[in-house]
T-cell receptor, first 111, second 117 residues
Framework: GQQLNQSPQSMFIQEGEDVSMNCTSS?????WLWYKQEPGEGPVLLIA?????ELTSNGRLTAQFGITRKDSFLNISASIPSDVGIYFC???????????FGQGTRLTINP | AAGVIQSPRHLIKEKRETATLKCYPI?????VYWYQQGPGQDPQFLIS???????DKGSIPDRFSAQQFSDYHSELNMSSLELGDSALYFC????????????????FGEGSWLTVV
């Protein structure tokens, strides 16, 4: 089945640093979504991408839909303590009725 | 704005018992998805419903069943519970129209914690 490889699995950074994480797929996706999940809570949508090459920002977050349709990245600039959490990429192929999730990137920030 | 509502938030059951989780989608959303997230794992797709019909099926055990009702709420029934069923179960919903095309996306509830002892 479809699989997403998300990296890195974990990041330990200093407050104020920029963060970059990415996802690659073995097959073409038509939609890429980035979610953030905090302990015991449901994933919260951060950014949605629907077009190859699309670059979208949401505050300090920027995500891009790769030209090949098989990858996406998420950047967080000037990280702050509340950015701590697990970030998941998720994708769907054309006409799909489900999302496939990456393994998550656990972000830890040292003040 | 209204979100996806799940109940109960926490549930403790013994092995071999049965559990039912409920999901109330965002108003006017007609598609419901169920995901299972084990400790330290990413969410795994179980099953989805569109307009009260099953639309896709993932790694849902035969011991589990689900349905979507006329008011679009959904229930996930789990029987003969095993210790490995302990997980966070998410419901998500999306609005009418071709799913995951621009403007249509999936919103998650806060999850139901199931602990099997």
């Amino acid at each position: 089945g479809q699989q997403l490889n998300q990296s890195p699995q974990s990041m330990f950074i200093q407050e104020g640093e920029d963060v970059s994480m990415n996802c690659t797929s073995s097959s073409i996706f038509n939609t890429w979504l980035w979610y953030k999940q905090e302990p015991g809570e449901g994933p919260v949508l951060l950014i949605a991408l629907y077009k190859a090459g699309e670059l979208t920002s949401n505050g300090r977050l920027t995500a891009q839909f790769g030209i090949t349709r098989k990858d996406s990245f998420l950047n967080i600039s000037a990280s702050i303590p509340s950015d701590v959490g697990i970030y998941f990429c998720a994708g769907a192929s054309q006409g799909a009725q489900k999302l496939v999730f990456g393994q998550g990137t656990r972000l830890t920030i040292n003040p | 704005a209204a979100g996806v509502i799940q109940s109960p938030r926490h549930l403790i059951k013994e092995k071999r018992e049965t559990a039912t989780l409920k999901c109330y989608p965002i108003p006017r959303h007609d598609t419901v998805y169920w995901y299972q997230q084990g400790p330290g794992q990413d969410p795994q797709f179980l099953i989805s419903f569109y307009e009260k019909m099953q639309s896709d099926k993932g790694s849902i055990p035969d011991r589990f069943s689900a349905q979507q009702f006329s008011d679009y709420h959904s229930e996930l029934n789990m029987s003969s519970l095993e210790l490995g069923d302990s997980a966070l179960y998410f419901c998500a919903s999306s609005p009418p129209g071709t799913v995951l095309i621009s403007g249509n996306t999936i919103y998650f509830g806060e999850g139901s914690w199931l602990t099997v002892v």
